[in-house]
């Protein structure tokens, strides 16, 4: 009898916690990101008043071409541009330009109500190529409706 009440007391510490468990609680809610529904990164310059992080707002200039900093030669009836060192610099890898990423990317430039597609060749220095800025080949900028003469013209870019 005893015996039997050792082994009921002992079963019964090992049953009692399986009987007592509560089901887990539930998982908290999420809490939303403070920017939700907001892009994860805005170009801020003062160049840029787009809202849109793909376009920039742009001083457009014009280049005579040739071997540029991607390492390659372009002539000028070329639909070709030079993007400007602050965005062109972060993409080049080891101090090399000629192995930059943004090389033979293509940018669709818009002006005096017209565009134009253009592949970066080259590197336009700064202060000349402030942040946004490109230069075009005379093609390219002959192409927005513009004189070389006029030499420099407001518009705007985003990558194609």
Not at 43 to 50: A, I
Not at 58 to 75: P, V
């Amino acid at each position: 009898m005893l015996f039997h009440t050792i082994l009921t007391s002992t079963l019964s510490l090992f049953l009692l916690p399986l009987g007592t468990f509560a089901a887990p609680a539930p998982a908290p809610a999420p809490i939303p990101a403070p920017d939700a529904g907001l892009p994860i990164a805005i170009r801020s310059s003062p160049d840029d008043q787009s809202l849109n992080p793909r376009a920039f707002n742009s001083r457009i200039t014009w280049f005579n071409t040739g071997l540029g900093a991607c390492g390659f030669w372009s002539n000028d009836s070329q639909m070709v541009a030079a993007l400007n060192a602050a965005q062109f610099d972060p993409s080049t890898p080891g101090g090399n330009p000629n192995r930059n990423t943004l090389c033979n990317r293509n940018i669709r430039v818009n002006a005096n109500g017209r565009s134009v597609t253009v592949k970066v060749v080259d590197r336009c220095p700064s202060p000349s190529c402030g942040y946004g800025a490109l230069d075009l080949s005379p093609a390219a900028f002959q192409a927005l409706g513009a004189s070389l003469g006029v030499g420099v013209l407001q518009g705007s870019w985003d990558w194609a």
